[in-house]
């Protein structure tokens, strides 16, 4: 069975004052060796991040399509990766919300890959697709527009807008159709060892629940890995579902 993967997204939230919960997260994931513990911070602290907590993986939050060119403000994911980045998170819906349409996403996934990251592809319905019934063809249309152009270094991420940052998770019978499709299409596609994370408002009391079954092999977490001690939480709280499964 492969280890359960829970990576912090930080969001524009994490300068020089934030490394003493860096260090606090990676104690966490050291503490924890049968998880595989992840967090993407902004681009300006991934070097610092990597080399104060050299095993914990490091990754961005986004990256260009391109390797270099006249992209003002942008960054590579060559550049990501010289920083010390593992990772990079594509296609999360606050980028897509900026303008990032599946051929985008697409491109940035081959961009990652190129340049060496494990890409975390996020795809999932707003809150107008969920009430139209789209929720499943929203997030399998992202998940193999993404698909397309990535090769194996690949983890999916089912984020559905609606949950994102409303401080309370849904329930496995709101989420289980969707992740449920992901897969068949991740196995149509001779990808099912791909692993499918979900995230949304994640919390630790609210992991047993949306672990269960094996559903999902992890999670990924946003608000609440902006504090160490609610990220080990959350840490823990998936070691004790694995080792009870
Ligand atoms: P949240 O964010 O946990 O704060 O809802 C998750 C995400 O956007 O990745």
């Known amino acids: 069975m492969s280890c359960p993967i829970v990576v912090g997204n930080w969001k524009m939230h994490g300068d020089g004052r934030w490394l003493a919960t860096l260090a606090g997260i990676a104690e966490a994931a050291a503490a924890a060796p049968q998880i595989d513990v992840a967090l993407c911070v902004p681009a300006t602290l991934i070097h610092r991040a990597a080399s104060l907590c050299p095993n914990l993986a490091i990754g961005g939050q986004d ?7 006249a992209f003002t403000g942008a960054v590579s994911a060559g550049m990501l990766a010289e920083a010390g980045a ?24 081959a961009a990652a890959n190129h340049a060496g990251l494990r890409a975390i592809l ?18 399998c249309r992202q998940l193999l527009a993404g698909l397309e152009r990535s090769d194996r270094a690949l983890v999916v991420a089912y984020e559905p ?7 309370l998770p849904p329930t496995l019978e709101e989420i289980a159709p969707v992740i449920a499709a992901l897969r068949a299409t991740l196995a149509a596609h001779g990808r099912s060892d791909v692993p499918i994370l979900y995230g949304g408002s994640v919390i630790a009391r609210a992991v047993p629940a949306l672990m269960a ?33």
């Open 213 to 245: 079954e094996g559903m999902v092999a992890g999670l990924l977490v946003g608000q609440a890995s902006l504090a160490a001690d609610a990220f080990t939480d959350i840490v823990e709280a998936v070691r004790r579902v694995r080792c009870a499964g």
């Open 86 to 109: 593992r990772l990079v998170i594509v296609g999360h819906s606050e980028r897509r919300c900026a303008g990032d349409d599946d051929a985008v996403v697409a491109a940035k996934m």
């Open 122 to 139: 996020c795809v999932g319905e707003d809150a107008a697709a969920r009430a139209r019934g789209d929720a499943v063809a929203v997030a």
């Open 63 to 69: 990256c260009h399509r391109a390797s270099e060119g």
């Open 161 to 167: 807008v609606w949950a994102i940052g409303r401080g």
